[in-house]
Structures are given as C-alpha cells and as structure tokens.
C-alpha cells in the first residue's frame, strides 16, 4: 500500500529561520507526492506537487519540496519562516489502489516563533 | 482553477437528527468525490468515495447506514449523518480529483470542510 510518515509531531521554529517538514514515503511503482497546508476550522491548500521531472520542487507561498528518490523522502522547505506559516502541514501520496485516493501523513504542526 | 464548495461551514445539531453536507465541484466535472473525517489537529481518514451514478464504496469500520452518501451528478456529492450522536462530531472534508483540458492534472481540490457539533 502506498504511504506516508511524517515522523514528528510539532515543528517550532524562530521567524526568519529556514523551516523544514519531513516526509518519508513507502509506495509500489513511481510515487506521486503532495503537500497541503491547513488553517484552523479550514479545508486544505495546495502548496506543492511531484509527479516526474525535477527533484527540485517549488510551491506556493515560498515553499519548496525536494524529492529524494535514495532516502524516499519528500521534505518540505521554506528558506524564511513567516509567522503567518504557523499551521498544520500534510504530505500526502496518491493512492494507486483503483480510485486514486490520497493517502496523508499524521500532519505537523507548524510554529513560528515571533 | 478548479472550485469545490462545500456547504455548509459549520452545523450544530441536536442528537437523533440527520444533517445533510453538500459538496458542489463549480467549474468541472467531479466523477468521483473523496469524503474525509478529521478529528482536531488529527490527520484525515477516508470514509469512502463516491462515484457519479453508482453506489460509494465505504472504508473499512465506516457505517454505511448511518453516513450516506449521493453522489447523483457530476457537480454534487452530498454526505448525510444520520441519527447523529455526539460522538460524530467532527471536522468533515470533501475532495475531487482535479481533470485538465489534456485528461488528469493528478492534483486534488478539496472543499473549506464542515464543523459538525452534535448535542
């Protein structure tokens, strides 16, 4: 099955300083990978997407992803954090099983520190 | 870009009645509609997916009977708690794959979520 890890549950970083969220993956066959970002009693924001070509992903809002096909990590970036980046982010794979569902990490919680 | 609406936002209900959740893809066509739950700061679990014109398929440990779900056409899937209880209140997402002019874009939209409360 396609899945998946987001091995830690809070991130708190100091404004101005790079953020990083990881992301571990495990699936069958070319892995298609997805970050989304979500606000208090809100649905999801696409930030970013892999689906083949370069590693080097770039998104919304200033963030970028870089997949890494040895580690199978897909880990979220951002060079400068902004307090308002203070959410919870989610990685997400899309589930080839037939419907083409995604399948989503535990979510972090994002803190940017003022 | 691709719009799903979701309505509405937040309901309160008392226990022992049904509430009805709409979600209306606005500029394309949704074939299919995932339906999610998601407890506070919790990730989100899939409860089944819809297909325009035939029945949904329920995850495992869903109840069928008592979250129905329609999906009638291919701009509106509705999800339905029946007898609600306190302990279906949750936070619920709707999402549809997106479809470019070229076939799937192979992204997702999803709608702004439900605040169920039942009391």
């Known amino acids: 099955a396609q899945s998946v890890a987001q091995p830690e549950d809070q991130v708190n970083v100091a404004e101005g300083n790079p953020l990083t969220v990881k992301c571990t993956y495990s699936?069958?066959?070319?892995?298609?990978l997805f970050w989304y970002v979500q606000y208090p009693n809100r649905g999801l924001q696409f930030l970013l997407k892999?689906?083949?070509?370069?590693?080097l992903v770039k998104g919304s809002y200033g963030f970028e992803a870089e997949f890494n096909k040895s580690q199978t990590s897909f880990h979220l970036k951002k060079p400068s954090a902004l307090v308002s980046d203070s959410a919870l982010y989610f990685c997400?794979?899309?589930?080839?099983?037939?419907?083409?569902?995604?399948?989503f990490g535990k979510g972090n919680q994002v803190v940017v520190i003022p | 870009g691709a719009v799903v609406s979701q309505h509405p936002s937040w309901v309160i209900c008392k226990s022992g009645t049904s509430v009805k959740i709409e979600c209306r893809s606005l500029?394309?066509?949704?074939?299919?509609m995932f339906w999610y739950r998601q407890f506070p700061k919790q990730s989100l679990m899939l409860m089944a997916t819809?297909?325009?014109?035939?029945?949904?398929?329920?995850e495992q440990g869903v109840e069928k009977d008592k979250f129905l779900i329609n999906h009638a056409s291919l701009t509106l899937s509705t999800l339905t708690v029946t007898s609600a209880h306190p302990e279906d209140s949750s936070f619920y997402i709707c999402?549809?794959?997106?479809?470019?002019?070229?076939?799937?874009?192979?992204?997702?939209?999803f709608g702004s979520g439900t605040r169920l409360t039942v009391v």
């Open positions: 999402s549809a794959p997106q479809t470019g002019p070229a076939g799937p874009s192979y992204g997702y939209t």
């Open positions: 819809s297909n325009e014109g035939s029945k949904a398929t329920y």
């Open positions: 892999y689906i083949t070509g370069d590693n």
């Open positions: 699936v069958s066959g070319n892995p298609y």
């Open positions: 500029d394309f066509q949704a074939t299919t």
């Open positions: 997400a794979v899309r589930d080839m099983r037939g419907n083409n569902r995604l399948a």
